[in-house]
Structures are given as structure tokens and as C-alpha cells.
């Protein structure tokens, strides 16, 4: 799986959209761009995924750039519920084995 | 969606000590199941890839022997660490992926915090 690279923290005003951001260079063709995220003692819990075109769904919409080299999860209405670690996985299958890097931790603020 | 559970979330034991944890997928069967290990302010790190039926595939590193894996059926997996140890106390998270894959994903549990004094 292509190595993936976030920024360590970010901050949110409550309310706001948050963009986060994710680099993943050497992605190859086939891998697809997954986005997950943890609650403090909590296990991951899925948000999106993508391969080339723009997602949405209820939780998120996923941006990714036109050469796949970076990408970026928008949070549209940031709650303090939102506060969390999230993920960026470039990998071809979900169901296989994930390899989790820092991640990027979103604190949201009141 | 599909719900992932784990027994117990939380355990303390003592050093020397095994102990048990379970991974459950409630509505779905998963041929495959993974654990990780998360230690604080850390990652999230795939200890072994268990499959239903056969032996699980540890990651390097990971002592096979210490860190016994069960996967009998399609709906449960055990992790059990064996003669625990402090250094062994962590967060330890199961995945499971649908046999069905048709969302291509797998399922994370809640996870299970393990101190071993």
C-alpha cells in the first residue's frame, strides 16, 4: 500500500467545515483512498472511500485531486462529537490488511 | 452496518497470567479477522491476519507463541495473551472482514484494554 502523509493536528471552530488534508504521492492505480476515523478509546470507524471521482455521503465528502496525489475529507458542519484521530489509507482493498499511520488528530472547538 | 463486537473492553491482570479476548462479528460471517494493538498516543499496529479454519499469519515481530489466535468459526475469533506481562498492556482491536464482501471493507470492534500489573 502507498505510504500516506497528514499533518499531525488540526483545529476546528464548532460549526465550521473541516478539511483535512492527506498526501499520498505514490499511490498506484489500483488503490483506492480510505478514510477512517478513531474516538478516543474507540475502535475505527469508517467514513469514505474513493478512487478517482468526488464522494459524499451522510458523514463526509471526500476531494481527491485529478493526478490522485493528495486528497481531502471535508467535514461540513464540525461538532465536537467530530473529535477524533482520522485516518488516510491508500490501499486496493479494505478487506485486506490496513496500514494505519499517524493520522491527523481534529480537535473541534465550542 | 455490520457490528463487530469484543469481550471484555477492559481487563486487568497479573503479571504471568493469560488472558482471553474475543472478537465476535453479530451479523455477518468473516472468513478473515485482524488484530492490531494500539499502545497510547500510537497507531494502530496489525499484529496477525486470522482465517477461518486455518493458522493465522503473524506479523514480524509478533511472538506466535505468546500471542495465541483461534478462529473457529465464521463469527469468532480469540486472542489469548499468554503469560502477560506489563509491556504486553495495550489496546487490542479486532477487524473482520464480510465473507460476502460487498462493501468491501472490514469492521472494526470497540476494543479491549488490557493492563497487566
Known amino acids: 500500500d502507498a505510504k500516506t502523509t497528514q499533518p499531525p493536528s488540526m483545529d476546528c471552530a464548532e460549526g465550521r467545515a473541516a478539511n483535512l488534508p492527506c498526501n499520498h504521492s505514490?499511490?498506484?492505480?489500483?488503490?483506492?483512498v480510505y478514510w477512517y476515523r478513531q474516538i478516543h478509546s474507540q475502535g475505527p470507524q469508517y467514513i469514505i472511500h474513493?478512487?478517482?471521482n468526488n464522494e459524499t455521503n451522510e458523514m463526509a465528502s471526500l476531494i481527491i485531486t485529478e493526478d490522485r496525489k493528495s486528497s481531502t475529507l471535508i467535514l461540513p458542519h464540525a461538532t465536537l462529537r467530530d473529535t477524533a484521530v482520522y485516518y488516510c489509507?491508500?490501499?486496493?482493498?479494505?478487506?485486506?490488511?490496513?496500514?494505519f499511520g499517524g493520522g491527523t488528530r481534529l480537535m473541534v472547538k465550542p | 452496518g455490520a457490528v463487530v463486537s469484543q469481550h471484555p473492553s477492559r481487563v486487568i491482570c497479573k503479571s504471568g497470567t493469560s488472558v482471553k479476548i474475543e472478537c465476535r462479528s453479530l451479523?455477518?460471517?468473516?472468513?478473515?479477522m485482524f488484530w492490531y494493538r494500539q499502545f497510547p498516543k500510537q497507531s494502530l499496529m496489525l499484529m496477525a491476519t486470522?482465517?477461518?479454519?486455518?493458522?493465522?499469519?503473524?506479523e514480524q515481530g509478533v511472538e506466535k507463541d505468546k500471542f495465541l489466535i483461534n478462529h473457529a468459526s465464521l463469527t469468532l475469533s480469540t486472542l489469548t495473551v499468554t503469560s502477560a506481562h506489563p509491556e504486553d498492556s495495550s489496546f487490542y482491536i479486532c477487524?473482520?472482514?464480510?465473507?460476502?464482501?460487498?462493501?468491501?471493507?472490514?469492521?472494526f470492534g470497540p476494543g479491549t484494554r488490557l493492563t497487566v500489573l
Open positions: 451479523d455477518f460471517q468473516a472468513t478473515t
Open positions: 486470522s482465517n477461518e479454519g486455518s493458522k493465522a499469519t503473524y
Open positions: 477487524s473482520a472482514r464480510d465473507r460476502l464482501e460487498v462493501h468491501n471493507e472490514q469492521f
Open positions: 505514490t499511490i498506484s492505480g489500483n488503490e483506492y
Open positions: 474513493g478512487l478517482k
Open positions: 489509507i491508500a490501499a486496493r482493498n479494505a478487506g485486506n490488511m490496513l496500514t
